[in-house]
Every structure is written in structure tokens, then in C-alpha cells.
């Protein structure tokens, strides 16, 4: 009995699912962090992130199709639907839903074209070193940060990040050859800025189906909620980065970049309250063909956000 009741799409956890995704959609601020501390600000420990990302992927594929997925095929069933007419019906709200998440995530190539390549394959390095004229992150913070010893770590934040002076400083180097340091630096601050509110607007608009997620799974049953807030926001971790890295490179401000960080998360929120507000205007009682509808969607998406976000972040 306690079994098909935890199996049961219910209000009653509604709460647990707002906390879940809250937490969920705040752990970018975890990745963000990391610009406060200065030995951390690199970009150099990519098989640790590659393992976390294909390790969550890994997770997100087994709920989407072993618990979503079943789930749906049960609330159809539920409804009155056959077996077979259950499967249909869920396997087609399935392709709906990757099929909309796909919609979205054009919209989000439109608006940032190199937002998978950028956390993926490390670009946000290459403006970097042609300020620096340096061969890669680890030796410009070691240069620029580290070795300026007691005194630049007391200092603000605006004289630990990439500035004008070190541009000058290494115009020399392979990348400054014929280019004036001060057009090269204003630029590519620009060109960092850009690339970090992009990349943040980018994952704000991937996380609405992320929250919707796991709030809908964690109605039905809170540990499957809870195993799906924990797959979100080990991945969420490394989008923080993504976020406060090239603001806090481009602006020389830490706090910035993280409250940028912070913000790309909070559209997970958003999204579990949409979710709510549907289950709520169809009532405590609601129809189970909705669950049905709702759950072979978010399988879906989280089957597109593991294909198109996490393994080629991973890879």
C-alpha cells in the first residue's frame, strides 16, 4: 500500500519539489565559487569535470527511461488506456518532448553559437592567451596572480584578473604581433563579456525543462525527484563555471561573475512553478492522462538535455 501510494502523483510533495529544484538550480553558484579562490581559477582539471558530466549523464538516461518513462506508460494505464495503447501513447509524448527540447536548444544556438564548444573544448582560454601573450590559464594566473605574493592577494579583485598592463606586458608573445595592446584587451574583454551573459542566458533557457523535471518526478515519488536533483545539479556545477569565468576575466570583478552565475540557475525554479501551476488548476484529484502527457515529456527532454548538453561537455 505505502508502495503505490509513494508511486502516486501527489501535491503533498509539492514543497520537497521546491526544494529539490531550488537546490538543484543554485549549485551553479558551487562552480561560480570557484573564482574566489585564486589556485582554483583554472581551466586545467577537465578529466575530473568529464567524469562528473558523463557520470550524471549516465544517471539522467537510467530515470528518463527505467523511471519516467514506466511512470508515464502507468498513468496512461491508469487512465483506461491498454498496455499497448499506454506504450503508444507514452513513447509518443516522449519524441514530443525531445522534440521541444531540441526547438529550445536552436533557440539557445541562435543566441549563442559557441555555447557548447566554450565549456566543452575550453575557447574562453584563447582571448585569454592573447591578452597575456602566455601558453595557457595556468601560467597567466601563476604569473598574474600567484606571483604577485601577499600584497595582490589583499588587493580588490580588479588586481587579480587580466588587465591592460599584462596585455602590454605580453604583446609581445605569439598573439600581440602588429595589434595595439589597448584595442587587443578592449576587445576581448568585450568579446568575454559577451560570451559569459550569452553563455548564461543560454542555460537559463535549458533549465526551465530541468526543473519541470524533477519537480513532476519528485510529485510521483520524492526519491526519484531527489536522484534527479542530484544528476542536475552535478552538471549545473560546471555551468556556473562556464558563467563566472569569462565575466570575471572581462570585468575583474568576482562578485559579478557569480551573481551572473547565480541567476542563469533560478529559471529551475521558475520552471517547477509552472509545472505546479498546472497540476494545481487541474485540481488535487488531477486526470492521470495529464501525469501521463506530463512525464513522457520531461523523459523526453532530460533524454535531449544527457544527448545535446551533458556527453558533448563531457567528451
Not at 587587443?184 to 530541468?210: V, Y
Not at 533560478?266 to 498546472?278: D, L, N, R, T, Y
Request: proline share 4%; glycine share 12%; aromatic share 6%.
Amino acid at each position: 500500500m505505502a508502495e503505490e501510494e509513494a508511486g502516486t502523483p501527489s501535491l503533498d510533495n509539492a514543497g520537497i519539489g521546491f526544494a529539490l529544484v531550488t537546490a538543484a538550480g543554485l549549485s551553479t553558484a558551487i562552480g561560480a565559487a570557484v573564482v574566489y579562490i585564486k589556485p582554483m581559477v583554472r581551466l586545467e582539471r577537465k578529466p575530473i569535470l568529464a567524469a562528473g558530466l558523463g557520470f550524471s549523464g549516465g544517471v539522467m538516461l537510467y530515470v528518463s527511461f527505467i523511471e519516467i518513462f514506466t511512470k508515464s506508460m502507468d498513468s496512461f494505464q491508469n487512465d483506461g488506456k491498454s498496455p499497448k495503447d499506454a506504450y503508444f501513447s507514452a513513447t509518443l509524448c516522449l519524441f514530443c518532448g525531445m522534440l521541444m527540447l531540441r526547438l529550445i536548444a536552436l533557440c539557445v544556438h541562435k543566441i549563442d553559437a559557441g555555447h557548447h564548444n566554450t565549456c566543452a573544448e575550453g575557447e574562453a582560454e584563447q582571448p585569454i592567451r592573447s591578452n597575456m601573450g602566455t601558453s595557457d590559464i595556468h601560467v597567466e594566473m601563476d604569473s598574474g596572480v600567484v606571483g604577485q605574493g601577499a600584497e595582490g592577494a589583499a588587493t580588490a579583485p580588479t588586481d587579480d584578473a587580466p588587465t591592460a598592463s599584462s596585455a602590454k606586458e605580453g604583446a609581445g608573445g605569439a598573439g600581440g604581433a602588429g595589434v595595439k595592446p589597448e584595442d587587443r584587451t578592449a576587445e576581448k574583454d568585450k568579446q568575454l563579456e559577451q560570451m559569459g551573459l550569452n553563455t548564461a542566458a543560454a542555460i537559463a533557457i535549458h533549465n526551465f525543462p530541468e526543473g519541470l523535471a524533477t519537480f513532476v518526478a519528485t510529485l510521483a515519488d520524492p526519491r526519484i525527484g531527489a536522484t534527479l536533483a542530484v544528476a542536475i545539479a552535478i552538471h549545473n556545477i560546471p555551468e556556473g563555471l562556464c558563467v563566472a569565468l569569462p565575466i570575471y576575466y572581462a570585468k575583474n570583478n568576482r562578485h559579478i561573475a557569480f551573481l551572473w552565475a547565480l541567476f542563469s540557475g533560478i529559471s529551475e525554479p521558475i520552471g517547477a512553478f509552472i509545472g505546479w501551476a498546472v497540476v494545481k488548476a487541474t485540481g488535487d484529484d488531477m486526470n492521470q492522462n495529464i501525469y501521463g502527457v506530463l512525464f513522457g515529456l520531461v523523459a523526453g527532454m532530460m533524454i535531449m538535455i544527457v544527448l545535446l548538453e551533458l556527453l558533448p561537455t563531457a567528451q
